[in-house]
């Protein structure tokens, strides 16, 4: 699965897990992690259409920055009983391989430029 496809998937995913979240988290936690989920697929389409390797190399570092955020909120809401180990397997599995290659990209990138 290529990265950005992978990052898709996850955010589909997350948007899924978090449809029964309590009302009360609309503007918390239901939000944070939805806006982090679907940035990490678009900083990756931002750097893809980035022509110098520094521009592109920011953006991936971007993207991995939000899908840092993603683990930590699905740590999070397993730790105060909204997610269940079971439910967030497939994400946090995708989101490792994501990770993976992103730190590929980024090694990649910086050989180029130093």
Known sequence: MAV???AMKAA???FSLTEDLPRKEDYGLTS???RASLSISSN???AFGRQQNK???KFY???RGSLL???NHLEYGKRVKYFDHKSILEIEEILDTVHFELNKIIKSLKSKIL
């Open 69 to 71: 955020e993603v683990l």
């Open 12 to 14: 589909e995913l997350i």
């Open 61 to 63: 570092y971007y993207a």
């Open 44 to 46: 990756i389409a931002e």
């Open 4 to 6: 950005w496809q992978g």
């Open 55 to 57: 521009d592109k190399m």
């Open 32 to 34: 944070q992690i939805r």
